[in-house]
């Protein structure tokens, strides 16, 4: 086991989701102990079992990011079973079917209401709220509940989780795109904030990586990539999903004082390319 994190205590929200679960494998690879926090504790104990059987230390606690009661039980929790964190990494969220129409502009059928599509006029508002609410909420809470902590320690680096949609809205994913560019907004806003305690915060914006639910959009039964998949990779210059240990180098660069120590308020795009094209 490297000595990078020597005993500190990193926190993951969504460490049981593709994502965060390579990040929090990775931070306990370092030395870091990794309280892995999420909605599903059974997908966080796999993660936990995982970082155990490589001699490492975790622990897994049951929490939604987006209810700030839930945040403090959790935070209080972690102090008490390994202590303060000098990282903290947001990762919980993601988006709703629900909160997704299936047209990507107006059309007149959505007024029937009569399912025919789904359109924006055809959505829930308490829906498309509550992906708001996880992603952009999820990620703030944490930030003032654990913070706190960190800034009485005066040390810590908070990395969000932002996306495409933090830098310019995708089809279909409205709400999804409202709470992701709130995402970047706020990782600048805390960053000139928590200056003064020693606090760098940072986001990472993956491009398209794939997870339970992402799979099920970009693939027809037949294995074959989907109309979506298509157009996300017409529009990638490296013509492929990311994986998930491609966020690591990021993550590691980010929370490291020595290689980062002056990085604070970015948001770094990992993204084969998506945003330096407009595909035409
Ligand atoms: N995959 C991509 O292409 C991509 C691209 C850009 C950004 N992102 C962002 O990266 C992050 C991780 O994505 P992922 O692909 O790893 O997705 P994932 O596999 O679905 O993981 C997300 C995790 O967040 C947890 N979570 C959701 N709502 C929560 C809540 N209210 N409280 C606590 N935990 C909650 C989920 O737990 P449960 O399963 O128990 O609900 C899940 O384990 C997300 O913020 C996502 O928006 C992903």
New binding site residues.
């Given amino acids: 086991m490297s000595e990078v994190g020597n005993g500190k205590i990193a926190v993951v929200?969504?460490a049981?989701?593709?994502?965060?679960s390579a990040m929090a494998i990775n931070l306990a690879s370092q030395g870091y102990k990794v309280a892995l926090?999420?909605?599903?504790l059974d997908?966080l104990k796999k993660v936990e079992e995982i970082i155990l059987a490589e001699g490492g230390i975790a622990i897994s606690v049951g929490?939604?990011?987006?209810d700030e009661a839930s945040v403090i039980a959790a935070k209080d929790t972690v102090e008490k079973e390994l202590g303060v964190c000098t990282v903290l990494i947001n990762?919980?969220?993601?988006n709703q079917n629900d909160a997704l129409t299936n047209i990507t502009e107006y059309d007149e059928r959505e007024l029937l209401d009569d399912g025919s599509v789904k359109g924006f006029f055809n959505l829930k508002m308490d829906i498309f709220n509550s992906v708001i609410q996880?992603?952009t909420m999820?990620t703030v809470i944490p930030c003032f509940v654990f913070g706190r902590s960190m800034a009485a320690n005066k040390q810590g680096s908070i990395i969000n989780?932002a996306?495409?949609n933090s830098y310019r809205p995708l089809s279909k994913v409205g709400a999804y795109g409202i709470a992701k560019a709130g995402i970047a907004n706020f990782t600048q806003w805390l960053a000139a904030y928590l200056a003064p305690a020693n606090i760098r915060v940072n986001a990472i914006?993956?491009?398209?990586?794939l997870?339970?639910?992402?799979r099920k959009i970009m693939f027809e039964a037949d294995g074959s990539h989907s109309a979506r998949a298509k157009n996300v990779l017409s529009h990638t210059p490296l013509k492929r999903f990311g994986e998930a240990p491609e966020l690591l180098g990021c993550m590691n660069w980010l929370i490291s004082e020595e290689a980062a120590g002056f990085v604070t308020g970015i948001v770094v795009p990992i993204d084969g390319g998506f945003l330096a094209t407009s595909g035409i």
């Fill in positions: 929200t969504g049981g989701g593709t994502l965060c926090l999420g909605r599903s997908k929490v939604d990011v987006s990762g919980a969220g993601g996880i992603n999820g989780i996306s495409m914006a993956p491009g398209f990586f997870n339970d639910r992402s």
